[in-house]
């Protein structure tokens, strides 16, 4: 472990191709961030194998063995806990967290929604984008809390749709901007140039240049 370097922990479910992001970004010698761990509820999600390729300690928390969801989280926090990691970053993770565990991380657990928030919650983001007729869409990193994708945002970036785009389409410019985004937000993160301080996000003076809003 390189000395100052905050552990994070990823959590997924399918590829995982945020998390190969993080992973890639935390390759860099000045990067405040290395990923100590990838956790995925579904044997043989295909970022497990991506994260082992690069070296990356991997387990699975099936979700089916477990009675409720209180107790798949705990066990899921156990592991990360026992892996001393100091961060979570959720990259494509298909549960929903319970309150309890999401309290316990507070402040040091990110997601990443694919739609400008507050805009466009929850599922087919793209879709609602394109429903509602918008000419920006995007996407936000944000700390997680309980309510769904409703935390303080770190980091956003903004993509136009076109005239004629399909949800596939507008998905596909969006997460290219996502794989940028994601490591940005953790470094700023994970190098305490913003942290989540009573229900907002702090950013210390300085870090407006590095969201590109200067």
Known sequence: ??????????????????????IEAA?????????????????????????EAAGIRTATVDHKL??????????????????????ICLAGFMRILSDGFVEQWTGRMLNIHPSLLPLF????????????GVCIHGCSVHFVVP????????????????????????????????????????ELVAGGQARLEGGRTVLASGSRTALGLA
Request: charged content about 20%; hydrophobic content about 45%.
């Open 1 to 22: 472990m390189h000395g100052g370097k905050k552990r994070v922990g990823v959590l997924i479910s399918g590829r995982g191709s945020n998390m190969a992001s993080l």
């Open 27 to 51: 390759q860099a010698p000045d990067y405040p961030a290395e990923i100590a761990l990838v956790v995925s509820n579904r044997p043989g999600a295909g970022g497990l194998a991506r994260a």
């Open 66 to 87: 477990f009675p409720d969801r209180a107790s798949f989280d705990e066990a899921v926090g156990q592991a990360f806990v026992q892996a001393g990691v100091d961060l």
């Open 121 to 132: 919650k929850g599922l087919r983001p793209h879709r609602q984008a394109l429903d509602a």
């Open 147 to 186: 309510e769904l994708d409703s935390g303080p945002i770190v980091a956003q970036a903004a993509v136009p749709v076109l005239p004629g785009d399909t949800e596939d389409g507008l998905a596909a410019r969006v997460l290219a901007e996502e794989h940028r985004l994601y490591p940005l937000g953790l």
